[in-house]
């Protein structure tokens, strides 16, 4: 099965504050996603990428940048934190076909104070 | 508004019963559809695809899906406690990679 690991689990942020979430998948996988979840909402897209060096946007961009350097890694920048963006943030990868099934990680749970 | 939406929200059921689960899309070019299961303190897996009009079966669950009226359903039956999780319904479109995901429902099995 497709291992997804996010880093940190858990982080408190100050408001204003920069934060990075990073996450590395291991099943050469070309799709790679950003997704946060919120009572009553469900899931919302924030940012996703087709392959190294590539990045789209979601649903829900605003207040994000995302970055994927290689293949493995992609990660999610909050560049000026605000509590609106507490969450719990899930990243997923998946192949570039059409009906691609996604595999998640275990998430990171962000507090912004 | 979100693009697919889900009902009921939460549901109860007894150890041994029927669950039924909904989804409905306001978008007409999805044309692939999931079902993902998420239990307390881990992330989504996906559960089932479904991609033509009609019943899919995978052992104790059903997904049925009618694309002319963009509704899709999971049915479990001889529902286990082990069942009690967040469901989450999901849709892509063809010759897209972006998935979006529905709101939730949330499924008690009492024993």
């Known amino acids: 099965e497709a291992a997804v690991t996010q880093s940190p689990r858990n982080k408190v942020a100050v408001t204003g504050g920069k934060v990075t979430l990073s996450c590395n998948q291991t099943?050469?996988?070309?799709?790679m996603y950003w997704y946060r979840q919120d009572t009553g909402h469900g899931l919302r897209l924030i940012h996703y990428?087709?392959?190294?060096?590539?990045?789209e946007k979601g649903d829900i961009p605003d207040g994000y940048k995302a970055s994927r350097p290689s293949q493995e890694n992609f990660s999610l920048i909050l560049e000026l934190a605000t509590p609106s963006q507490t969450s719990v943030y899930f990243c997923?990868?998946?192949?570039?076909?059409?009906?691609?099934?996604?595999?998640f990680g275990a998430g990171t749970r962000l507090s912004v104070l | 508004q979100q693009k697919v939406q889900q009902s009921p929200e939460s549901l109860s059921v007894p150890e041994g019963g029927m669950a039924s689960l909904n989804c409905t899309s306001s978008?007409?070019?999805?044309?692939y559809f999931w079902w993902y299961r998420q239990h307390s303190g881990e992330g989504p897996k996906a559960l089932m695809?479904?991609?033509?009009?009609g019943d899919k079966k995978e052992g104790r669950f059903t997904a049925h899906l009618n694309k002319a009226s963009l509704h899709v359903s999971l049915h479990i039956r001889d529902s286990q406690p082990s069942d009690s999780a967040l469901y989450f319904c999901?849709?892509?479109?063809?010759?897209?990679?972006?998935?979006?995901f529905g709101t939730g429902t949330r499924l008690q099995v009492s024993p």
């Open positions: 997923a990868s998946g192949e570039r076909l059409g009906g691609n099934t996604l595999y």
């Open positions: 099943n050469n996988h070309n799709n």
């Open positions: 990428s087709y392959g190294a060096g590539s990045t």
């Open positions: 978008d007409r070019n999805f044309q």
């Open positions: 695809s479904i991609f033509s009009d």
């Open positions: 999901a849709a892509s479109e063809p010759n897209t990679d972006k998935v979006v």
